[in-house]
């Protein structure tokens, strides 16, 4: 995009990230300095009791939202000097979100779904059927994707979201505690997915989580506290 080597960079770095809502006595400091690099084919879990700023900072690394202070850099271009406009267009090409409540449309089908989101990033109609079988059926779920949301189980529902997160070939997935809905096996086998993503793909994640077992199946955990984050436990890369 800049005509910058992009293996030079991490993939993502927040530094110095701080982000204050409200104001007066009314402030809230939801991250205080937060700096955090993710390389990529990385799978990393962001842990953090109640309002520690887990979804705060993940907003921020999706670009949704704008520190107070502090800067994020995808791949060295710095989010401050990016207009709004080339801000979602790397949303659109670059990134995948997948959030608690899976979010589907439910009046559409797994496969409407997938389509739909394929749509809204602009993805020409003829390419956007391949794109959305070969997501659907990356996720296990090529014999489903036909039944609405209420047909399918917890698991399967994330997995449908997981679909839309990646039909269109992002390079990083920021995913909010994906797994808080579901029970551990279901829970294990959309971890099963990421890691699968990683291997085959070359995806990076970032995800938050409360789940101790959930967090033994990363590459690295980082502990939000007092709006910093601090290392828990890194794995050789
Ligand atoms: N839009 C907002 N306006 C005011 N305060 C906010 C806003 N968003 C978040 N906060 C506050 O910022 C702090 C961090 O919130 P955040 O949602 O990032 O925490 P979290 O770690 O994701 O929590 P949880 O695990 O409960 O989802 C909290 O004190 C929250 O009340």
């Known amino acids: 995009m800049n005509g910058t080597d992009d293996a030079c960079f991490p993939l993502l770095e927040t530094r110095s990230v701080t982000r204050v809502f409200g104001k007066g006595n009314g402030k809230v400091y939801a991250l205080r300095g937060a700096t955090l690099s993710v390389g990529q084919g990385r799978l ?4 953090g009791r109640s309002g520690s700023g887990k979804t705060t900072l993940l907003n921020i690394m999706a670009a949704l939202d704008s520190p107070t202070e502090g800067t994020v850099f995808y791949s060295g271009r710095d989010g401050s000097e990016m207009t709004e ?4 267009e790397m949303r659109k090409s ?7 409540s899976f979010a589907l449309v439910p009046y559409m089908t797994a496969y409407e779904n997938v389509e739909f989101g394929l749509r809204i990033a602009g993805i020409p109609t003829p390419e956007r059927k391949k794109l959305a079988e070969q997501a659907l059926s990356f996720v ?13 189980s917890g698991g399967e529902q994330q997995r449908t979201a997981i679909a839309r997160a990646i039909a269109h070939k992002p390079k990083l997935i920021l995913a909010d505690e994906p797994t808080a809905e579901l ?39 980082y502990a939000l506290e007092d709006g910093q984050i601090g290392s828990e436990s890194i794995k050789e890369a």
């Open 44 to 47: 990393i879990a962001l842990k």
């Open 140 to 152: 296990g779920l090529a014999g489903r994707m036909h039944h609405m949301p209420s047909e399918l």
């Open 94 to 100: 670059e990134i995948g979100l997948i959030f608690q």
């Open 183 to 221: 029970d551990s096996r279901m829970g294990k086998q959309v971890m099963q997915v990421f890691r699968e993503l990683i291997r085959t793909e070359g995806i990076t994640i970032v995800m938050s989580t409360h789940d101790p077992h959930i967090m033994e199946l990363v590459d690295d955990v």
């Open 85 to 88: 406009q080339q801000k979602n």
